[in-house]
T-cell receptor
Framework: EAGVAQSPRYKIIEKRQSVAFWCNPI?????LYWYQQILGQGPKLLIQ????????DSQLPKDRFSAERLKGVDSTLKIQPAKLEDSAVYLC?????????????FGSGTRLTVV | QKEVEQDPGPLSVPEGAIVSLNCTYS??????FMWYRQYSRKGPELLMY????GNKEDGRFTAQVDKSSKYISLFIRDSQPSDSATYLC?????????FGPGTRLSVLP
C-alpha cells in the first residue's frame, strides 16, 4: 500500500511571499488532515476534511491559510502571505474514516522555512 | 496550563536499558491514549494505543494509562539504537486529537 505522498519536501521563501503544499492521501481514505509541527512541539491540527467537505478548521488562521480537497482525493494547503512564525513542518495525514486514529497514516511532511 | 505535557529531553540511554517515557494531561474527557514514534525528517507513526486505564504490551513496548492521576507511560525494554527517535504521546476524545511536544530519545550503542 502506497503511503501518504507530500510535495515539496522542502521550501524556503521570504516573508510576505505565498507558498502551496500538496498532499495525496492513501487510496480510499475518506478523511484527510493537515497538521503544523513547529520545531520542538507536537503536531497541531489545522484542518480536517471528510471527502471534499471541511469538518474542522477551527485552528486554521483563515486570514492567511487556505486549503481545499479536490474531488475528495488530493489536497492543497496555501499560505499567503507567509510570516516568519509559519516556519514549520506541514504534515498531511489520512484515515479510512473520521475517528479511526488507529488507521492514521502521516506523510513525511513539507519543511517550510520563512526568512 | 497546556492540555498535554511531556518532558522534551533529550534522553540518552545505553543499549539494552529500560526506557520510561511519560506524559501528563489535564482534560479528563480524553478516552484514547496513543504513542507515536517520529524519526528525523519523517512523519509520526503509531506505536500503540490504549483505551481508558490499564496496561497494553506489544513486544518490547508497554503502555500504561492511569486516568485517576492523568498520567500515561511508555516503557521500552532492551532498548536498541534503532529506537532513537522522538516519542509523542497523543490523546483523543470524539474527533479531537491532541499531541504532546515529544521526548527525544537517543539509545547509544
Amino acid at each position: 500500500e502506497a503511503g501518504v505522498a507530500q510535495s515539496p519536501r522542502y521550501k524556503i521563501i521570504e516573508k510576505r511571499q505565498s507558498v502551496a503544499f500538496w498532499c495525496n492521501p492513501i487510496s480510499g481514505h475518506a478523511t484527510l488532515y493537515w497538521y503544523q509541527q513547529i520545531l520542538g512541539q507536537g503536531p497541531k491540527l489545522l484542518i480536517q476534511f471528510q471527502n471534499n467537505g471541511v469538518v474542522d478548521d477551527s485552528q486554521l488562521p483563515k486570514d492567511r491559510f487556505s486549503a481545499e480537497r479536490l474531488k475528495g482525493v488530493d489536497s492543497t494547503l496555501k499560505i499567503q502571505p507567509a510570516k516568519l512564525e509559519d516556519s514549520a513542518v506541514y504534515l498531511c495525514a489520512s484515515s479510512l474514516d473520521r475517528g479511526q486514529f488507529y488507521g492514521y497514516t502521516f506523510g513525511s511532511g513539507t519543511r517550510l522555512t520563512v526568512v | 496550563q497546556k492540555e498535554v505535557e511531556q518532558d522534551p529531553g533529550p534522553l540518552s540511554v545505553p543499549e539494552g536499558a529500560i526506557v520510561s517515557l511519560n506524559c501528563t494531561y489535564s482534560n479528563s474527557a480524553f478516552q484514547y491514549f496513543m504513542w507515536y514514534r517520529q524519526y528525523s525528517r519523517k512523519g509520526p507513526e503509531l506505536l500503540m494505543y490504549t483505551y481508558s486505564s490499564g496496561n497494553k504490551e506489544d513486544g518490547r513496548f508497554t503502555a500504561q494509562v492511569d486516568k485517576s492521576s492523568k498520567y500515561i507511560s511508555l516503557f521500552i525494554r532492551d532498548s536498541q539504537p534503532s529506537d532513537s527517535a522522538t516519542y509523542l504521546c497523543a490523546m483523543d476524545y470524539g474527533q479531537n486529537f491532541v499531541f504532546g511536544p515529544g521526548t527525544r530519545l537517543s539509545v547509544l550503542p
